[in-house]
């Protein structure tokens, strides 16, 4: 596998997919199967093995969606950070919101509640929030792009790749043979 042509297919696919996965609305296509991750996988496949001189196997298709993955949770963590400010503007952050939805719920023990809101109270815990969740989303999208990178070579590479040598069934005998060697005195 060629790393350096590599990288251009990988970088398009995965900037697609974070752009694609962090944008309200269009993120709500990823609630199918991953819809957006899977996709970038597969566009970094196609382009690698539409650029490729040589077939392409699935395991590069793996190790290319992989990439794409990395790149595309990268740049998701690029875009959400504005949004994450935008939405927490209302100055209501995930503590809270979680604190007023145990209120909401009858049955919760006491000690719950009182854990929930300790955890309220921290500085930064919204921050914490979101890192874990990039973090999540990372390797999310490691994992469904290397489906996609997979389904991408699976679909796109149409060479045969040299077949498989232990293969008995696809094994064909040559057909002209060379002279048998003189017989030796």
């Not at 077939?55 to 740049?75: E, F, H, K, Q």
């Not at 209501?92 to 919101?97: C, D, F, L, R, S």
């Not at 919204?126 to 991408?152: K, R």
Request: net charge negative.
């Amino acid at each position: 596998m060629n790393f350096e042509r590599m990288w251009k297919p990988a970088l398009t696919g995965g900037i697609l997919l974070g752009i694609l996965s962090a944008t309200p609305v269009l993120n709500f296509f990823n609630c199918f199967c991953c819809a957006w991750v899977i996709g970038g996988g597969i566009l970094a496949s196609y382009l690698y093995v539409k650029d490729s001189p040589v077939p392409v196997s699935l395991g590069n298709g793996v190790l290319l969606g992989l990439a794409a993955g990395i790149i595309g949770g990268i740049v998701y963590a690029v875009f959400s950070i504005p949004l994450h400010f935008i939405l927490r503007s209302g100055n209501m952050g995930i503590a809270e919101q979680i604190t007023q939805a145990l209120d909401r719920l009858p049955n919760v023990p006491p000690e719950t509640r009182d854990a929930f809101q300790a955890l309220a109270q921290r500085e930064n815990v919204d921050v914490f929030f979101w890192i874990l969740n990039v973090f999540s989303w990372i390797l999310i999208s490691c994992l469904f792009a290397m489906v996609g990178g997979a389904i991408g070579v699976a679909l796109f590479e149409k060479r045969k790749t040299g077949g498989d040598p232990t293969d008995i069934a696809s094994y064909q005998p040559p057909t002209e043979l060379p002279p048998p060697p003189p017989d030796a005195p």
